[in-house]
């Protein structure tokens, strides 16, 4: 295939101006054009302890002013998740996920798409009444909520949980395991009527280094067996253990050429912690990649 970096004569206009409605009106992002416009999802951890930002927006009014920044930013989603997912994290109850995401997804709700970042039924039940229109489900396990609720679903890939997925993680062949089980979910999904599925090979979830970036480099064979996918590469440990012991608030470059490359694999969306640098580098390779490539009629 080439790629020429030529802008086509009319490039689509972005942010479109009207976005498609889901059953219940809600304002939903357009998932047929990912491979156009590939989708910035911006996270707001309202946790005490997760790997990057832990405890900065545990209080619900700092959550909903960080999410009200990240929508200014241009984020197309926003992910709210009330469970570190961090290698070694002890889980939280339902109960008290829910009242940490549900205020904030309710003083979201109308402003931007909303996704709940968690592993529990109940949670995902009550964020989708908060006004969530996407499951993030780091344990695959959550479609049946998706599609009673008529909602999108993200099926992550993870070996084991996060309390002991990092002790030591084992694959024959990574790429075709990870590929092998997102196809199955994501049919499982479909078949039980979830229309919007999504699927993440879940970098850093039970993965070495090595799984890591043998995942990284086949994302293109990712997003040939069909379903779009998303990745989240942000500020991940996997960029220091290339580059040098940095802290993940200063993982910004590493986080944006990991995105990049992402975005040019033909990923559909990136799940970032950095929203305006993304969202930048995002609309660029749109501009230089996608678009080029869509009008060419390539895959
Ligand atoms: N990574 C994290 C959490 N949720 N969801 C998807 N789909 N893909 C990911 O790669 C992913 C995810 C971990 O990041 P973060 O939420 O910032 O940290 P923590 O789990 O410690 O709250």
């Known amino acids: 295939m080439k790629i020429t970096g030529v802008c086509p004569k009319n490039p689509p206009v972005w942010p479109p101006k009207s976005y498609p409605q889901d059953r219940q009106g809600r304002a939903i992002a ?5 491979a156009v416009f590939p989708l910035v999802m911006g996270v707001v951890n309202v946790t005490p302890d997760s790997f990057s930002d832990g405890g900065q927006f545990l209080d619900p009014g700092a ?8 929508i200014e930013q241009g984020a197309d989603i926003v992910d709210v998740g009330g469970e570190s997912t961090r290698p070694g994290a002890e889980p939280v109850s339902a109960a008290t996920e829910r ?11 109308g402003r931007v798409r909303l996704s709940i970042d968690t592993t529990k039924a109940e949670v995902a039940e009550a964020a989708i ?40 993680p084992r694959y024959s062949d990574v790429v075709s395991e990870v590929r092998q089980f997102l196809t199955a979910r994501a049919g499982q999904a479909r078949e039980a009527g979830v229309a ?22 086949s994302l293109r064979t990712l997003v040939s067996d069909g379903c779009p996918v998303v990745v989240g590469t942000s500020r ?30 033909g990923v559909g969306m990136v799940r970032v912690h950095d929203v305006a640098a993304t ?11 996608a678009v080029p490539r869509a009008l060419a009629g390539a895959s």
């Open 129 to 168: 009444e908060a006004g969530a229109t996407l499951v993030n489900d780091v344990s695959a396990t959550l479609w049946p909520v998706a599609a009673a609720g008529g909602v999108g679903w993200v099926a992550m890939h993870m070996q084991g949980t996060p309390r002991t997925m990092q002790h030591s």
């Open 236 to 265: 991940k440990s996997f960029i220091s253990a290339l580059l040098g012991a940095a802290p993940p608030d200063d993982r910004l470059e590493g986080s944006l050429a990991s995105a990049v490359w992402a975005l040019t694999q």
């Open 279 to 289: 969202v930048q580098a995002a609309r660029l390779v749109a501009q230089d990649v």
């Open 30 to 34: 357009p998932i047929h054009l990912v």
């Open 99 to 109: 009242a940490r995401v549900v205020p904030v997804l309710e003083a979201l709700a």
């Open 196 to 217: 919007e599925v999504w699927v993440d090979p879940g970098i850093g979830f039970g993965k070495t280094l090595e799984h890591n970036l043998a995942l990284l480099c």
């Open 63 to 70: 959550a909903i002013r960080h999410g009200l920044a990240l």
